[in-house]
């Protein structure tokens, strides 16, 4: 089981994020960020978290659930924090 996939993504006070028609919508401090969803990973969100769950459990879905979950939770993270890059 993928254990990236199955870590719940905590949503901040002050971000707001929804499900519409296939994408992800996190708006917060600063920004605003959208993602496509993967249509066989139901999301869900519920008091203050993002769960991502998965039907299969195959080699392909496990990578595909693991991978899901880290671009909302880097979405989520990116209208929170933002952008920096340290050289």
Do not use: Y
């Amino acid at each position: 089981m993928s254990r990236v996939g199955r870590k719940p993504i905590e949503v901040p006070q002050g971000v707001k994020v929804e499900v519409r028609e296939g994408v992800f919508h996190a708006e917060g401090p600063k920004g605003k960020v959208s993602q496509r969803l993967l249509l066989e990973f139901p999301v869900a969100i519920a008091d203050g978290t993002v769960t991502v769950s998965r039907a299969g459990d195959s080699a392909p879905e496990r990578a595909k659930h693991g991978l899901q979950r880290a671009l909302l939770a880097n979405a989520v993270r990116g209208v929170t924090e933002g952008f920096s890059k340290s050289l």
